[in-house]
Nanobody
Framework: QVQLVESGGGSVQAGGSLRLSCAAS????????MGWFRQDTGKEREGVAV????????YYADSVKGRFTISHDSAKNTLYLQMNSLKLEDTAMYYC??????????????????WGQGTQVTVSS
């Protein structure tokens, strides 16, 4: 069993920054595939950033490349998403997710059996 708890969301002005955190607990051994997803009203849930810790391979959605950075602190068992130069279209509920196997570590929600409750990010102009 794996528990994931997101934090760090909030309201920010366009152009600002936020850092989201995802604290993992429970039996987290082997959860080498972790990622961030988001979903806003009227949109499909999309993979924002994924990290395969078995090799440090990362994926970023084209819309966030150069602005967002995914990272993981093994000692703290915490996944991060640094978000810079935020845009209005970044407004969404952001979810942390994990997968035990490094295989199939791609940004599709069905690949991830473990999910957090989400944290809201609202960007205003």
């Amino acid at each position: 069993q794996v528990q994931l708890v997101e934090s760090g969301g909030g309201s920010v002005q366009a152009g600002g920054s936020l850092r989201l955190s995802c604290a993992a607990s429970g039996y987290t051994y082997g959860t080498v595939c972790m990622g961030w997803f988001r979903q806003d009203t009227g949109k499909e849930r999309e993979g924002v950033a994924v990290l395969n810790r078995d090799g440090g391979i990362t994926y970023y959605a084209d819309s966030v490349k150069g602005r967002f950075t995914i990272s993981h602190d093994s000692a703290k068992n915490t996944l991060y998403l640094q978000m810079n130069s935020l845009k209005l279209e970044d407004t969404a509920m952001y979810y942390c997710a994990a997968r035990r196997s490094p295989y199939g570590c791609s940004p599709a929600p069905l690949n991830f059996p473990y999910w957090g409750q989400g944290t809201q990010v609202t960007v205003s102009s």
